[in-house]
């Protein structure tokens, strides 16, 4: 059994710098949780080796992955690469929270991205997307699946049994502040719900939500 710090403040700014890289966070994800060498690594990400290899150097160079242990063999040891700390925490500097939520945007952004185009390609079906107005005036986006001549809101047809389990959905609200408050409890409650429900090996899925007060 391997051993790492619980924490690891991390300050230097070129790591700062770094873990706001999009493809740089995901690829030391894969070293979040398991020890890996550069090898297997490359075969999760679909790296080349040479590739993983310039990215491990530089998380490890850094201080932000460290060797848990190295096989021996003939020549150089494998050594097994992970995340350096189970928690890497960055005191965030005054203004810096913009750059913060823009990291989160654009790698679950890009992840959202790569499942919703997934899902739907497992449908064999051509789309429309319907722009029209709630009660309260607010234009939305309504993705349309069309079959024989009838479009049909893709949502509909992906709660029906056998469909992908994917739903993306955006829209404008007028609410009471209770209600709002309400509404993020009950989000937060799903997370929960679901966080705890999560088992190793089963096919992985991304949850975001945002729920934000609009700014004039």
């Known amino acids: 059994m391997y051993s790492r710090p619980k924490k690891l403040i991390v300050d230097a700014p070129k790591a700062i ?48 992955l460290s060797i848990a242990h190295s096989k021996k063999r003939s020549g150089s040891p494998i050594n097994y690469y992970w995340m350096a700390a189970d928690e890497l925490i960055i005191d965030l500097q005054q203004g810096s929270l913009k750059n913060y939520y823009q990291t989160l945007i654009d790698i679950y952004g890009e ?22 107005a709630n009660k309260q005036g607010y234009l939305y986006y309504l993705l349309m699946q069309n079959e024989n001549e009838t479009r049909t809101p893709l949502l509909e047809n992906s709660l029906k049994p056998g469909m992908p389990a994917s739903i993306a959905q955006w829209t404008s609200l007028e609410l009471a502040y209770k209600d709002a408050k309400d509404l993020q409890n009950e989000l937060y409650d799903i997370f929960q719900k679901y966080k705890y429900k999560t088992t190793r090996g089963q096919k992985g899925y991304f949850l975001q939500a945002i729920l934000v007060a609009e700014v004039e």
Request: hydrophobic share 45%.
């Open 17 to 64: 710098k770094l873990l706001s890289n999009t493809k740089a966070i995901l690829i030391l994800q894969t070293f979040s949780s398991e020890p890996k060498s550069i090898k297997e690594a490359a075969q999760i990400l679909k790296l080349s080796i040479s590739n993983c290899h310039y990215w491990v150097k530089r998380f490890y160079k850094l201080g932000l």
């Open 111 to 132: 992840l959202a991205l790569k499942g919703l185009l997934t899902s739907n390609a497992e449908i064999d079906l051509e789309y429309s997307v319907k722009i029209t």
